[in-house]
C-alpha cells in the first residue's frame, strides 16, 4: 500500500478547520486525506461533496442490508430533522445511501472518522464504508469510564449501533495491568468514594428544561422569531417538571421488591439510532409494567438532565392504568437506588454499565454495547421481555468477569492509553489529534 486514504465527514467550515489542527503533524508522504461534505467549504484537502453525487431524477429501490442498517431510517436522528428545521424524509436518505455508494465505488478508502452525533453526513458514510469492508470510525467521548470523569477519553467506534465486535482486530492493545488498573480505579469510584455519574449530566439539565429567567427568555425569543421546535419542547418541559414533583415517590417509601428502569431523554440519537421500536417512554413504561412478575413494582426515573420530559398527563394516565408503578425525583442519584433494587431494565443508557458495576443485572431493550455482557438479558419479543423479567428477580449469581472483559475491550478502543487522564480543557484538541494520529500509524504500519 503506497498510502493510506483517510477520509474525515465535514459537518460545515467550523468543523473543517477543526479537523485542520487534528491534522497538523501527519506525515502526508504516507497519507491521503479526503473530506467528504455536504456543503462547500475552505480546505487545501481533496473534497467529495455529496449533493455533487444525488440523482434525485433516479428512482431506485435502495436495499439494506440489516445486519449492517439495523435502523433503517437513520434520518430520524439528524438535528434537522428533530429540530424540523429540515425536510428528511426516507426518499431523500435513499437519494444519500446512493450518492454515498457511488462515492466509495469511485474511491479506494482504506479508513473513514466521522463525528459522534446522529447526523446523516455522520452515520451514513459510516455505514456505507461498512457494507464495503472499509475501516470505519465514529470519534465519540468515553469520559465516563474514566475514574471521576478524569481527564478526556476518545472512543474508536466501529459500528454506528454500537456493536464493539466489528472490526475489533483492530483495537489498541493496551497493557492487561494497566486495563485492570483503571477498572479497579472506576470501581473504587463507584462504590467505595461513591462519585455520581451523572454530575456532569446535571448541569446540562438547564439547556433542556431552563429555570433561569435570561434562559426562558431566550427560548420564547425563538418560539416567536424562529418558531423553533425544541424551544417548545423546552418549555413543555418546564410546565411538566413542575407538575411532576406532585406524584413522585419518596426512596424512602419504596418497596424493596423493585426493578428500576431510567428514561433516555427523548430525540437523543440513542433512542433515534439505536431504539427505533422504543421511542415513546409512555408506550415503553407500559409494556414492562403489563409484564412485571407479581408484587414487584417498577420504579421509573426520568433522566436527570431533562426533567419533564414525559408529560404530566402520560403519567397520570399511566398511574391510573396500572399499580405496580412509581416515578422518583430524576435528580436523585441513581446508584443507591439501583444497589437497592433487585436490576435495571434500560433501553440503552449508560445506566446499565453503572448496574452491572455495581453486581446487578439488567435487561437491554435498544442496541448497546454491553447487551452481549451473559449478566445481560436481550429479549426481542414481549414474551421473551416477561420471562427475562422473571429471570431478573429470581437468578441472583453474579460473575463480574463478563463486565470487565466489556470494560477492557472498551478501554482497547479508546485512547488514551488507561490510567492517562489528560484536562479535556487544556488539552482536548492535542488529544483527539493524538488519537487519530495514533490509529492512522498504526494502520500504516499493518501495511508495511
Not at 446523516?120 to 469510564?145: C, G
Request: with cysteine; proline share 4%.
Amino acid at each position: 500500500m503506497e498510502k493510506i486514504n483517510a477520509v474525515f465527514c465535514i459537518r460545515d467550515q467550523n468543523y473543517a478547520e477543526q479537523i485542520h489542527k487534528y491534522l497538523e503533524k501527519l506525515d502526508f508522504d504516507k497519507l491521503k486525506i479526503t473530506f467528504i461534505s455536504e456543503k462547500k467549504i475552505n480546505t487545501n484537502f481533496e473534497t467529495i461533496y455529496i449533493p455533487d453525487y444525488i440523482e434525485k431524477n433516479i428512482k431506485s429501490e435502495v436495499k439494506l442490508d440489516k445486519n449492517i442498517w439495523k435502523n433503517e431510517n437513520i434520518f430520524i436522528a439528524d438535528p434537522d430533522y428533530v429540530n424540523k428545521k429540515k425536510n428528511l424524509n426516507r426518499e431523500y436518505q435513499d437519494h444519500y445511501v446512493n450518492a454515498c455508494r457511488r462515492i466509495f465505488q469511485k474511491n479506494n478508502f482504506d479508513i473513514i472518522f466521522s463525528g459522534a452525533a446522529g447526523r446523516m453526513i455522520w452515520t451514513i458514510p459510516h455505514l456505507v464504508a461498512l457494507e464495503n469492508d472499509v475501516l470505519a470510525y465514529k470519534l465519540q467521548p468515553l469520559d465516563y469510564l474514566n475514574p471521576k470523569f478524569e481527564g478526556w477519553r476518545i472512543w474508536f467506534c466501529t459500528d454506528v449501533f454500537w456493536d464493539i465486535d466489528i472490526n475489533s482486530s483492530y483495537d489498541f492493545d493496551w497493557k492487561d495491568d494497566s486495563l485492570n488498573k483503571q477498572i479497579n480505579n472506576l470501581q473504587d469510584s463507584l462504590l467505595k468514594e461513591n462519585f455520581n455519574l451523572a454530575s456532569r449530566a446535571l448541569l446540562e439539565s438547564e439547556n433542556f428544561t431552563p429555570k433561569k429567567f435570561k434562559n426562558i427568555l431566550k427560548n420564547l425569543i425563538k418560539i416567536i422569531i424562529y418558531n423553533d421546535h425544541l424551544a417548545k419542547l423546552k418549555f413543555k418541559s418546564i410546565f411538566n417538571a413542575f407538575r411532576n414533583k406532585k406524584i413522585y415517590t419518596s426512596v424512602e417509601d419504596l418497596n424493596k421488591s423493585f426493578i428500576i428502569y431510567p428514561l433516555n431523554q427523548p430525540n437523543d440519537e440513542q433512542l433515534l439510532v439505536r431504539a427505533p421500536n422504543y421511542l415513546k417512554n409512555k408506550d415503553t413504561i407500559k409494556l414492562i409494567a403489563r409484564n412485571l412478575p407479581k408484587n414487584i413494582v417498577l420504579v421509573v426515573k426520568e433522566h436527570p438532565v431533562n426533567p419533564g420530559m414525559i408529560s404530566y398527563k402520560d403519567i397520570k394516565e399511566i398511574l391510573s392504568e396500572f399499580n405496580n408503578i412509581v416515578f422518583v425525583n430524576p435528580k436523585l442519584a441513581i446508584r443507591p437506588i439501583i444497589l437497592e433494587s433487585k436490576g435495571l431494565i434500560t433501553v440503552n443508557s449508560t445506566a446499565g454499565i453503572e448496574a452491572l458495576m455495581c453486581n446487578k443485572k439488567i435487561i437491554v431493550l435498544g442496541e448497546s454495547y454491553y447487551k452481549y455482557n451473559s449478566m445481560v438479558y436481550r429479549p426481542s419479543s414481549e414474551t421473551e421481555l416477561k420471562n427475562s423479567l422473571l429471570k431478573l428477580i429470581s437468578d441472583t449469581k453474579y460473575n463480574f468477569d463478563d463486565t470487565r472483559t466489556m470494560l477492557k475491550k472498551l478501554l482497547n478502543q479508546s485512547y488514551p492509553e488507561p490510567n492517562s487522564y489528560p484536562s479535556k480543557e487544556k488539552y482536548g484538541d492535542r488529544v483527539v489529534g493524538e488519537a487519530i494520529r495514533y490509529k492512522l500509524n498504526q494502520l500504516l504500519d499493518r501495511s508495511n
